[in-house]
């Protein structure tokens, strides 16, 4: 593999590695959000903790870090797929290496990489996140089933396929990071969104 190829890949996982949430609540808040909640290094667990703005913040951050990795391909005209990149930057953002590899569940990430290789996808996932999200109250259950409609998209409205092979990768990651919020739905126990 052509040692450019291999650069740009360490970016994306670097990229994806910086840890908005982590950085927001020291820096805004003096918190240290991996003490707070759930401890995750997201949006979600921010937006419980700090509240909208932190939130809101966060998790724009976290999905324009896998925009710009994904876009690095483009930007630099080297011949490796984005959506490898893109990748990168999800498994830095899960495993950073600025927080001890203990991340967040790549559902932001993963839609930035999603935003920047498909707008059209990613317009339409935002929708499907909000619509299940409205009727569930589960963040945890819209972020998982929006990625089996990415994947659904995927292959009935297109014939890409290097897009078909990351969305599942990205859908069954997603549904790996979230194994603890199922037991909790299913428990009841999983905390609901009181703003919607």
Do not use: C
């Not at 419980?48 to 966060?58: E, P, S």
């Amino acid at each position: 593999m052509h040692r450019m190829s291999i650069l740009l890949m360490i970016i994306g996982y670097l990229l994806g590695s910086i840890p908005f949430a982590l950085i927001v609540g020291k820096v805004g808040y003096g918190i240290d959000i991996r003490e707070h909640g759930s401890g995750n290094l997201g949006g979600t667990n921010t937006f419980r903790v700090l509240g909208v703005k932190a939130g809101l913040i966060v998790t724009i951050a976290d999905i324009l870090k896998g925009t710009l990795a994904t876009s690095l391909p483009v930007l630099f005209s080297v011949d490796i797929h984005p959506l490898i990149t893109g990748m990168f930057a999800v498994v830095g953002h899960t495993y950073p290496v600025f927080a001890q590899f203990r991340g967040g569940k790549a559902v932001a990430t993963s839609g930035g990489v999603l935003l920047f290789y498909s707008p059209l996808l990613f317009m339409t996932m935002l929708a499907v996140f909000f619509l299940i999200l409205y009727i569930s109250k589960y963040v945890s259950l819209s972020s998982m089933l929006t990625g089996v409609y990415a994947t659904a998209y995927a292959f009935v409205w297109t014939d890409d396929v290097p897009l078909r092979i990351v969305v599942i990768l990205l859908t069954l990651f997603v549904f790996y990071r979230h194994r603890a919020n199922m037991k909790r739905i299913l428990n009841k126990t999983e905390p609901k969104v009181k703003w919607l």
